[in-house]
């Protein structure tokens, strides 16, 4: 199914692939599921290189290998700040990585030096002072970690995860993975995320995330899990199981679908970093709980009405609205107004002052004003803040001008994003990677493409 996520799921320390048995049953057919051994834990060997950074590279590489194209990260304690830095990676535009929706973590570690009582880290490290841990470290590790005894299947698991963990990969997260600060190079997140906690969890709870995660994934949703401690995946599979498929339908899964092939192009060392990043931020979900900063939430209301007869949308849409207003906020106007206009801030506020019950029309109605804006015969009857002898309310001529300026400005943004290049057949992005040697193009013939081209848009 094209429209089905791949879960890459990261276990935490002591644990394996096995611990998210229970949360993939639950989650049913709607996704792919791909849960990872790291190395020196579950099944998979010691590896040379038992870092954080090594870790990472391994996630990333498995990702390239499988070719995923629309996925979401799920990170557990440990695997939560490496879900964290391969996201940072995916963001930044490093090959291989686009497509990456959102991320889930699990009283996830954080980037910066991971919180723990430090008479606790070295009981933990002196569990493996003479080699793996044994049953009785691995007993009170459980006890220590849980809100509720687990089921006898899980804390079997559990235990025999524990117990056939590499001493050097136990040690080499509590000594110097755990304290290592990433958060320079992650700084600022800006993608659809979604915190899980126990509320029996002490450090990595809900104080502990609010002060860390939650200030490095600022479109964060918390949930804190009653009566559970740390051990999520394996002390409420079903609810986590449950939270995750809520977070994809309604928050991380409602973007346009990129086609796999135009992803796996824009994934591709036919296209630099740069270009990659700024595609794989488009490409995000829009925040359904968006709240404006430069109109306000009358404005924003009038201006997505406005724009869904600009530019009609089905299915899966893209908040145009919403990335106005962001744009709006951070000065990214085109360079250029109408000489008998206001700046871009003022002179939407003002437009859109005169629309404020534009969304109550019928679309009949809409689209006839609409005309009589284009035309700069618009006059405003229902306008908020004053009269003309106050300068508050745009002539007829200044809202045609305004309404040629957000025609523009809403397609251009509508262009911009990946899934309408797709529909559309444009990859003229795709001209070569971050060499000094470009690819480029060499059949440009209306009817001819290149044997990389995707099949999709205009080219099918």
């Known amino acids: 199914m094209q429209d089905r996520p791949t879960l890459v ?60 194209t629309r996925w979401l990260l799920v990170g557990h304690s440990m695997g939560g700040k490496l879900a964290t830095i391969v996201a940072s990676r995916a963001l930044a535009g490093e090959p291989g990585l686009f497509g990456l929706a959102g991320v889930v973590l699990l009283a996830g570690s954080p980037p910066s030096p991971e919180p723990m009582d430090e008479k606790r880290r070295e009981e933990m490290i002196d569990w493996a002072a003479q080699g793996a841990l044994g049953d009785s470290a691995a007993r009170a590790f459980i006890d220590a970690n849980v809100g509720q005894a687990l089921t006898t299947a899980a804390d079997r698991l559990a235990i025999d995860d524990l117990k056939r963990t590499s001493q050097e990969a136990w040690l080499a997260w509590l000594e110097r993975g755990s304290r290592e600060d990433w958060s320079g190079e992650v700084g600022k997140l800006d993608l659809p995320a979604l915190i899980l906690v126990g509320s029996e969890d002490s450090d990595l709870g809900e104080g502990g995330q609010r002060a860390t995660n939650m200030m490095v994934y600022w479109r964060a949703r918390i949930h804190v899990e009653a009566g559970a401690g740390h051990l999520l995946s394996l002390e409420r599979a079903d609810s986590v199981a449950r939270l995750i498929a809520q977070f994809w339908h309604q928050v991380a899964g409602i973007a346009p679908i990129v086609p796999k092939a135009f992803s796996q192009m824009i994934a591709s060392a036919r296209v630099n970093r740069r270009m990659r990043a700024t595609l794989a931020v488009r490409a995000l979900a829009d925040d ?173």
């Not at 000489?339 to 629309?355: G, H, V």
Request: charged share 25%; net charge negative; glycine share 10%.
């Open 288 to 460: 359904p709980g968006y709240q404006p900063q430069v109109l306000s939430t009358m404005q924003l209301k009038a201006l997505r009405a406005v724009a869904s007869r600009v530019v009609p949308q089905t299915g899966a849409f893209i908040d145009l609205a919403a990335r106005l207003d962001a744009q709006l906020t951070a000065g990214k106007d085109d360079g250029w107004r109408f000489a008998n206009m206001p700046p871009d801030r003022e002179a939407y506020r003002r437009a859109l002052d005169a629309l404020v019950r534009f969304d109550a029309l019928g679309e009949t109605e809409q689209d006839a004003q609409l005309t009589l804006m284009a035309k700069g015969e618009f006059v405003s009857t229902d306008h908020l803040d004053g009269d003309h002898s106050r300068g508050q309310i745009l002539s007829s001529e200044q809202m045609k001008c305004w309404f040629e300026d957000l025609r523009a400005d809403l397609v251009r943004i509508w262009l911009a994003h990946p899934a309408t290049m797709a529909r559309i057949g444009f990859n003229g992005f795709a001209n070569g990677g971050d060499g000094v040697r470009k690819q480029g193009f060499e059949r440009l013939a209306a009817t001819e493409r290149e044997s990389w081209e995707p099949m999709t848009g205009a080219s099918q």
């Open 9 to 68: 799921l990261l276990h935490a320390l002591g644990g394996s692939a096995r611990a998210w048995d229970g949360v993939r049953a639950a989650l049913g057919s709607d996704f792919e599921t791909l849960a990872l051994d790291l190395p020196g834990f579950g099944d998979a060997p010691v590896a040379a290189d038992l870092s954080v950074a090594g870790m990472v590279n391994q996630i990333i590489e498995t990702v390239r290998t499988k070719g995923l």
